[in-house]
């Protein structure tokens, strides 16, 4: 029997996290859509936006900074554009919010934007661009954080760990997806390692004096740094500028201002962009799939692995008999839904 670990369904994954944002003082609309994205990342086996991330949204909560009850306030400023202002509240019911309104859209227009505005934001971005998917739509999504990662180059941090995400439908039941950060790993990441008191790779981070490091508080402190050297950096620069300032909203420098030293979630925009491939696609979406089909069924018949592949692996597996959960962070969980 492994006692460092707990044995979950989904259902009570889905449970515990509602329980703890419930009691924490989320409105049940909020609570429902935070504890469905955090269930879906725990089933997937992403930890590092998976049930850890209860700890930094009660804390969020805790620090005054996150509205647990605002609802989301969106208009229509074209027939392509639909913006959501989330009232700084979590950014997740907005999305809940503005997907119908961009799925419609998209469907008359080719193509459609989805602005999520003013924000705190925690979660991974490929439950929202599989959810677009799902009506037959190619996604992309974008968000900065806070200003955490040093451009390629520098010392000091500008950008959030950023990241990128993107989705093409497929026949059968998984879209094709990746999603990133546009640093070498999400903060998430180096926090697990920080928790665990496990070291870094090389070349995730280096430590306050600009120094190389292997240890995970001493890079947190100090910055981490971009993934592809140069064409990350680049990449971080548009979501900054896309999911920032185009859409009248903050960059990971303006966020971490706000912060000011509470540690709470970051608090920006997220840039959402769908496209329609029976419109885009001159009269030939059949044809057009089947050549998408040949390209991705070309990485795979060389042993090449797709983005998502493990994910969608570990959701079947949690599907069938349930998931583990370390016990140090199940009782941490516990401990904040005060049971
Ligand atoms: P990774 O470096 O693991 O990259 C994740 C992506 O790459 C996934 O699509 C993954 O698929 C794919 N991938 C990994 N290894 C391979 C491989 N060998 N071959 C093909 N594809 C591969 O994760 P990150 O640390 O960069 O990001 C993790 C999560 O953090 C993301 O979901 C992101 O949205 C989230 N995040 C959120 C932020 C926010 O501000 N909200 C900020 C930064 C990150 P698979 O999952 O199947 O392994
Ligand atoms: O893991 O880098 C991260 C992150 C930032 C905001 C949410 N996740």
């Excluded at 859509?33 to 992403?46: G, L, P, V, Y």
């Excluded at 647990?68 to 913006?83: D, G, K, M, N, R």
């Excluded at 997740?92 to 997907?99: C, N, T, V, W």
């Excluded at 592809?228 to 971080?236: E, I, N, R, V």
Aim: with cysteine.
């Amino acid at each position: 029997m492994n006692t460092d670990k707990i044995h979950l369904s989904i259902e009570q994954v889905y449970a515990l996290s509602l329980d703890v944002l419930s009691r924490n003082g989320f409105s049940p609309e909020h609570a429902s859509a935070i504890a469905r994205t955090i269930t879906a990342a725990q089933r997937d086996d992403c930890q590092s936006h998976g049930m850890y991330r209860l700890i930094g949204c009660v804390r969020t909560l805790q620090s005054g900074l996150v509205s647990p009850s605002a609802l989301p306030v969106i208009t229509h400023p074209t027939a392509a554009v639909v913006q959501v202002d989330a009232q700084r509240a979590y950014s997740l019911l907005a999305f809940q919010e503005g997907l119908p309104h961009l799925v419609e859209k998209t469907r008359r227009n080719g193509v459609a934007v989805l602005a999520i505005n003013n924000c705190f934001h925690f979660s991974a971005l490929w439950p929202e661009v599989e959810a677009i998917a799902q009506h037959g739509l190619a996604a992309v999504a974008m968000t900065p954080s806070h200003s955490w990662v040093a451009p390629a180059g520098g010392t000091r941090p500008v950008f959030g760990t950023n990241p990128l995400a993107f989705a093409w439908p497929r026949p059968g039941p998984y879209p094709y997806v990746f999603d990133f950060a546009t640093s070498m790993v999400a903060r998430g990441e180096i926090e697990l390692h920080r928790r665990t008191g496990r070291p870094i790779p090389q070349g995730w981070a280096i430590d306050a004096e600009g120094r190389p490091t292997t240890d995970a508080a001493a890079g947190m402190a100090g910055a981490m740094l971009t993934f592809g050297s140069y064409k990350g950096s680049a990449l971080s620069t548009m979501i900054e500028l896309l999911a920032g300032p185009l859409i009248g909203d903050w960059t990971s420098m303006q966020s971490q201002a706000f912060d000011a030293g509470k540690g709470g979630a970051p608090l920006h925009g997220e840039l959402l962009i769908a496209l329609d491939p029976d419109i885009l696609g001159r009269g030939m979406a059949p044809a057009n799939a089947q050549a998408a089909e040949a390209m991705l069924d070309a990485i795979n018949g060389q042993g090449a692995r797709l983005p998502s592949e493990r994910r969608f692996k570990a959701r079947a597996k949690s599907e069938e008999e349930g998931l583990w959960v370390g016990r140090a962070l199940h009782d941490e969980i516990l401990s904040l839904a005060g049971t």
